[in-house]
């Protein structure tokens, strides 16, 4: 992850979900207790090197620094010391297994106290451990090595082999599933999924606890049981070297698709609430049998890429409770929707006959057409539009009474 977003790799998903285990990424630093309630276990990601100041180095030089993610090293220290409070498994690799060794107190050429070698990685230098009390692993090693496999066939057995799991504390804040847009990521240059971070913070700051999926269409069952709630997020993507690209349009944004559509269905058949924002207000239309627009500016001679606009809103829906009559919107869309799905009653429209909101008539479903997420806090886009964090704190209670 860098500052604006975050990139979680799909590569570990497949490995723990052969090894009969979910993958679902934590997303809020302050939140570690509570994804720790949750989860069965943790697994800390390879990557770039942690700061050397974690364990009293220095750096000589910015450019030193330039590979740094800050925010990542924050999250996954605080994830650590929440899973180890109460005794679930963690295991590290590669750079994970480095960020364990410098929380508990050790340095790259020395292991923490309580940390014991389990075996000798094949550059002679490296090794695997374990620690004498606690369910934690490190293997500093690429996911692909045979270390790392037994290192995760290790931690599956000991996810799996803790005692029956006890109920979650009712105090628990609802857990809200993120569905990302389709990326590559730099370590691997292979599949990945993409979230920008003003979803995730706008969830948490609402009260809702945020996580990622990372799994593909087979696991949206999973994933309807284990959150509270779905978000489907706006179109976006990211790959580190444009050769990327063309592979990227014909394979990760299909299978997007096919798993936003599966999710949705999850969701909807366990009546968890759903938002949708931008494309999730025109695919949820789709699905339920209305029609999209696609480049209307052509036929229509309307623009509405990265062009503010005011919306009005209809009596009996949420936005007319939540922001009156009328209120400027940020907008990033060249699509729209046509024939609104019977099931469906629009709640908001642009000046220009554009519909900008929707809900199911029968079930808690609601969708926008702008970017909610980008018009809250202290940097809202646009600068006079209204304040949607109100929307997702509505959201929010509206999962908290559903569960």
């Known amino acids: 992850q860098g500052t604006g977003h975050f990139v979680a790799s799909k590569k570990y998903a497949r490995a723990l979900r052969g090894r009969g285990l979910t993958a679902l990424t934590p997303l809020d630093a302050s939140l570690g207790a509570e994804y720790a309630a949750r989860a069965g276990g943790l697994v800390i990601a390879d990557g770039p090197p942690i700061h050397k100041g974690r364990y009293g180095g220095i750096y000589e030089t910015f450019e030193q620094m330039s590979a740094l993610q800050l925010t990542r090293d924050e999250l996954e220290f605080a994830l650590l ?5 109460i005794g679930k498994p963690v ?11 410098a929380a508990l107190g050790g340095e790259p050429e020395r292991l923490a106290d309580g940390l014991r070698v389990t075996e000798r990685l094949p550059d002679g230098g490296s090794a695997s451990f374990r620690h004498a009390g606690l369910p934690l692993f490190g293997i500093p090693a690429p996911l692909d090595s045979v270390c790392a496999g037994r290192g995760l066939d290790g931690f599956a057995d000991a996810v799996t082999g803790r005692a029956a799991a006890q109920p979650l504390p009712s105090a628990l804040r609802p857990a809200v599933l993120l569905a990302g847009a389709p990326a590559y990521d730099r370590l ?9 971070k003003t979803y995730s913070r706008a969830v948490s700051a609402a009260g809702g606890a945020p996580v990622l999926a ?7 069952g999973v994933y309807g049981m284990a959150a509270d709630a ?9 790959v580190p070297e444009t050769q990327l690209l063309p592979k990227l349009m014909a394979e990760e944004r299909p299978a997007r698709g096919a798993f936003d559509g599966a999710v949705y269905r999850a969701f909807k058949a366990a009546r968890k609430p759903i938002l949708g924002i931008c494309l999730g207000h025109q695919m949820i239309n789709v699905w339920e049998g209305g029609t999209i627009v696609h480049n209307f500016k052509l036929t229509d001679g309307v623009e509405h890429m990265m062009l503010p606009h005011a919306v009005e809103t209809k009596r009996g829906g949420v936005l007319r409770e939540l922001f009156g009559g009328t209120f400027i919107v940020n907008s990033r ?3 729209k929707i046509g024939e609104l799905a019977a099931v469906r009653r629009a709640t908001a429209s642009s000046p220009d006959g554009v519909i900008e909101a929707a809900e199911h008539r029968e079930m808690p479903i609601y969708t926008v057409q702008w970017h909610p997420e980008r018009m809250r806090g202290d940097f809202p886009e646009p600068y006079d539009g209204a304040d949607m964090g109100s929307l997702f704190e509505w959201f929010v209670r509206e999962v908290s009474r559903s569960r």
């Open 81 to 85: 010391d929440a899973f180890l409070a």
């Open 188 to 196: 691997y240059r292979e599949p990945a999924v993409l979230l920008n």
């Open 333 to 335: 869309h060249n699509d």
């Open 91 to 101: 295991l590290g690799i590669g750079r994970g297994a480095a960020l364990i060794n």
């Open 230 to 238: 779905l978000i489907l997020t706006g179109t976006s993507s990211f």
């Open 214 to 220: 990372l799994g593909d269409a087979a696991l949206a």
